[in-house]
C-alpha cells in the first residue's frame, strides 16, 4: 500500500494517560499534516512539517499537544495527561510541494480514533 | 482567518436527481477551491478542484462552479447514484499551505 498510513487505527485510553501516534506520508511527500476531526464537522487543522521543520501549529492546539517529524518521513503526534475532550478521530495528511510551489491537494490517512475514558 | 460555511448541512435526492453543495468564504484572496467527499468510516478523498482563473471545471457527473465576486464556489452532482452518499466537504485556500474545511454537507440518495 503506498497510501498514507497511520497506527494504530484505534486507542482507547483512560484519562491522565499519554498517548502517542505515527503517521507514514507517501514517500515522495515533503509535507504532513495532522488534523482532528469529531463526530458531525470537518476536519480542524492542527499542524503541519515541511520536510523535518514544523512551520505552523494551530492556536487551539494546547501545550499538551506535541508533533516531531525528526528525518523528514514520518511523523509523531503525542497527546499528553489526555482529557475526555481530546476524543476525535485524528488524520494526517501528506502532500508534495516542489521548492518555490504549493501543491493543495492532500491525501488523506485512515485515521487514528482516540477514545478517552 | 478564513470563514468557510456550507449549505446546506444536509441533502436528501432520489437517485438520479442533482445536489448541489455551496460553499462560501470570506478571504478574497482564496485562489484554490478543492471539494472532498468522507463515506462512513473512510478517509476524506479529493474529487474535484478548480483554481481562481476558470469559472467551471466538469468530471463525468460531477463540477465546480465558482464566483469569486460573491465568494462562494459550488459542487453540483448530477444522475445522482447511492454511492454519491457520503459527507462533502470545502476547503478553500489561499496560500497559507493548509487548508481550511467547512464543517460539511452530508448527502443521501436514496434508491
Same mark, same amino acid.
Given at each position: 500500500d503506498t497510501g498514507v498510513s497511520q497506527d494504530p487505527r484505534h486507542k482507547i485510553t483512560k484519562r491522565g494517560q499519554n498517548v502517542t501516534f505515527r503517521c507514514d506520508p507517501i514517500s515522495e511527500h515533503n509535507r504532513l499534516y495532522w488534523y482532528r476531526q469529531t463526530l458531525g464537522q470537518g476536519p480542524e487543522f492542527l499542524t503541519y512539517f515541511q520536510n523535518e521543520a514544523q512551520l505552523e501549529k494551530s492556536r487551539l492546539l494546547s501545550d499538551r499537544f506535541s508533533a516531531e517529524r525528526p528525518k523528514g518521513s514520518f511523523s509523531t503526534l503525542e497527546i499528553q495527561r489526555t482529557e475526555q475532550g481530546d476524543s476525535a478521530m485524528y488524520l494526517c495528511a501528506s502532500s508534495f510541494s516542489p521548492q518555490g510551489a504549493t501543491n493543495e491537494k492532500l491525501f488523506f490517512g485512515s485515521g487514528t480514533q482516540l477514545s478517552v475514558l | 482567518?478564513?470563514? +468557510?460555511?456550507?449549505?446546506?448541512? /444536509?441533502?436528501?435526492? &432520489? $437517485? @438520479?436527481?442533482?445536489?448541489? !453543495?455551496?460553499?462560501?468564504? %470570506?478571504?478574497?484572496? %482564496?485562489?484554490?477551491?478543492?471539494?472532498?467527499? &468522507?463515506?462512513? @468510516?473512510?478517509?476524506? *478523498?479529493?474529487? !474535484?478542484?478548480?483554481?481562481?482563473?476558470? @469559472? $467551471?471545471?466538469?468530471? *463525468?457527473? !460531477?463540477? +465546480? /462552479?465558482?464566483?469569486? /465576486?460573491?465568494?462562494?464556489?459550488?459542487?453540483?452532482? /448530477? $444522475?445522482? *447514484?447511492?454511492?454519491?452518499?457520503?459527507?462533502?466537504?470545502?476547503?478553500?485556500?489561499?496560500?497559507?499551505?493548509?487548508?481550511?474545511?467547512?464543517? @460539511?454537507?452530508?448527502?443521501a440518495v436514496h434508491p
Open positions: - | 482567518g478564513e470563514n +468557510v460555511e456550507q449549505h446546506p448541512s /444536509t441533502l436528501s435526492v &432520489q $437517485e @438520479g436527481d442533482s445536489a448541489v !453543495i455551496k460553499c462560501t468564504y %470570506s478571504d478574497s484572496a %482564496s485562489n484554490y477551491f478543492p471539494w472532498y467527499k &468522507q463515506e462512513l @468510516g473512510k478517509r476524506p *478523498q479529493l474529487i !474535484i478542484d478548480i483554481r481562481s482563473n476558470v @469559472g $467551471e471545471k466538469k468530471d *463525468q457527473r !460531477i463540477a +465546480v /462552479t465558482l464566483n469569486k /465576486t460573491a465568494k462562494h464556489f459550488s459542487l453540483h452532482i /448530477t $444522475e445522482t *447514484q447511492p454511492e454519491d452518499s457520503a459527507v462533502y466537504f470545502c476547503a478553500p485556500f489561499r496560500g497559507y499551505n493548509k487548508l481550511i474545511f467547512g464543517a @460539511g454537507t452530508r448527502l
